[in-house]
Nanobody, 126 residues
């Protein structure tokens, strides 16, 4: 059974940092490109960041460029999202997702991902 388990969410003040983790079981993470998405109440799910299977290429939403960093440790079957300089508008449920086959140019298309985690809540107060 495939499982993606996010952790590291929480409540922080604006300007603070959090590091999200996503640990995979039941699949071999090196076989998948990985993405982070977020969804705030009343809003659509939004692609935050994406990393290729090897980690050689990364992509970010404009809203988080320069503040967030995606990385992966394939030996540990774990994906990370380092979030710095957090803003109240970053408040959302954050999800990790695994894509077996896909076009990196369309990484924000959430329905191209094969597996999803349950999410971890990030709340940023002003």
């Amino acid at each position: 059974q495939v499982q993606l388990l996010e952790s590291g969410g929480g409540s922080v003040q604006a300007g603070g940092s959090l590091r999200l983790s996503c640990t995979a079981s039941g699949l071999s993470l090196p076989d998948y490109a990985m993405g982070w998405f977020r969804q705030a109440p009343g809003k659509e799910r939004e692609g935050v960041s994406y990393i290729t299977w090897s980690g050689a290429r990364t992509y970010y939403a404009d809203s988080v460029k320069g503040r967030f960093t995606i990385s992966r440790d394939n030996a540990k079957n774990t994906l990370y999202l380092q979030m710095n300089s957090l803003k109240p508008e970053d408040t959302a449920m954050y999800y990790c997702a695994a894509m077996r086959w896909g076009d990196y140019r369309k990484w924000t298309r959430w329905n191209d991902y094969n597996y999803w985690g349950q999410g971890t809540q990030v709340t940023v107060s002003s």
